[in-house]
Each structure stands twice: as C-alpha cells, then as structure tokens.
C-alpha cells in the first residue's frame, strides 16, 4: 500500500527551530509538498519539493532526500502563530494522486 | 483573483438524507479534488475530477458520488447518511492533473443528526 508516516505532535518552544520529519512509501513519486491547517481553517500550501536538497521560503524550509523516501519541514523562530497542524503529501504513480500524511501538530510554548 | 469557493458552510441533516455539496474552483483551475476530514484526522480523499472525468478515487462507499462541470465547477452527493458522515468536506482546485500546489476552500461542515 502507500503511505506517509510524520509525527502525530511535536512541541517547541517559541523562537526555537522545529523538524517535522516525513517518510514515505508510493508507487511513483513526482514530488512532496506540505501544507498547513490552523484549526477550524483550511490547508494552506507551503512548499514543495520535486528535486533532492532543501528549498527555503522565508523561515520554513523543506528537505527532500529520494533515495531515502523522506523528507522534512523545518521551521525556525518559531512564532505562535506557527501553532497549527502540518501535512505532508506525495504526487504518487496513479493519475497523480496526491497521498497525504495524516499531519503533525505544531504546539508552541511560550 | 477569487479563492475556491464551497457552499453551504454549514450543514444539518438528518440520518438516511441525501446532501450535494458544491466547489467553484480559482478561476482557470481544471482539476478539482475532495476531501473529507474528521477531527483530529488528516485528509481522506474522496475523488478527484479533471476535464468533467473523474481520474481518482479513494476507498469511500459507493454513497458517496461527484461530478464536475464544463465550467470545472463540481458537485459531491452524499446519499444515505450515516452518523460517520459528519466531517469537514474540503475541496481543493489546481490549474491541472498533478499541479504540485493545491488550494483549498475553507470547507463544508457537514453535521448528521
């Protein structure tokens, strides 16, 4: 089957950095994204990754390693506005289907 | 430019009901995906939709059906309800079949009585 395994919760400490980690397991792979949902929103995209290295926006940035099925989200100077829920998701073999994670969620400490 | 619009925002039905539920895509957007989420859950895909065809679907009864427009708008149709059926039904619109960016409407929440 396919699948994509994160971390059900993660929690940090405001102005610290953060790791979301994702593995993935698809038949095909045409890239991995990653979305953020603030409760009671909808998912907003906040990166993709179609190529094997990091890809940087701002204070998040996303790693993609193809030969290790994995990737990861990291957020630094985390703000509490970061509190929210991360998913990863894979373009995978079937008509391009996206696969998605069943998300991780963000808890900030002040 | 507008975002992806659902309607209604809110939903009650009773158990056994049938409810359609609508999604107008960003504007030249092509492919139009549904999702139902619970909470606490991630994203169950329902079936997505391109050129008025659906090319995917995921492990959902048959109750519960789609189909787009000529002009990419779509509809889903829960028939039958159950209890089980209460969630948020996201849809989500990308220019084309396999566009790395979804963007999502803000959902429907559906509420079986």
């Known amino acids: 089957g396919q699948s994509l395994e994160q971390p059900s919760e993660v929690t940090a400490v405001e102005g610290a950095i953060v790791q979301i980690n994702c593995t993935y397991q698809?038949?095909?792979?045409?890239?991995l994204s990653w979305y953020q949902q603030h409760d009671g929103g909808a998912p907003t995209f906040l990166s993709y990754n179609g190529l094997d290295g990091l890809e940087e926006t701002g204070r998040f940035s996303s790693f993609l390693s193809r030969s290790d099925s994995y990737g990861y989200l990291l957020l630094q100077e985390l703000q509490m506005k970061d509190s929210a829920s991360y998913f990863c998701?894979?373009?995978?073999?079937?008509?391009?289907?996206?696969?998605w994670g069943a998300g991780t969620k963000l808890i900030i400490k002040p | 430019k507008a975002g992806v619009t659902q309607t209604p925002r809110y939903l009650i039905k009773t158990r056994g009901q049938q409810v359609t539920l609508s999604c107008s895509p960003i504007?030249?957007?092509?492919?139009v995906s549904w999702y139902q989420q619970t909470p606490g859950q991630g994203l169950q895909f329902l079936f997505e939709y391109f050129s008025e065809t659906q090319r995917n679907k995921g492990n959902f009864p048959g109750r519960f059906s789609g189909r787009q427009f000529s002009n990419s708008r779509s509809e889903m149709n829960v028939s039958t309800l159950e209890l089980g059926d209460s969630a948020l039904y996201l849809c989500?619109?990308?220019?084309?079949?396999?566009?790395?960016?979804?963007?999502f409407g803000q959902g429907t929440r559906l509420t079986v009585v």
């Open positions: 504007s030249g957007h092509r492919s």
């Open positions: 989500a619109s990308s220019l084309d079949l396999g566009n790395t960016e979804a963007f």
């Open positions: 998701a894979v373009r995978g073999d079937s008509n391009y289907q996206l696969i």
């Open positions: 698809t038949s095909g792979f045409y890239g």
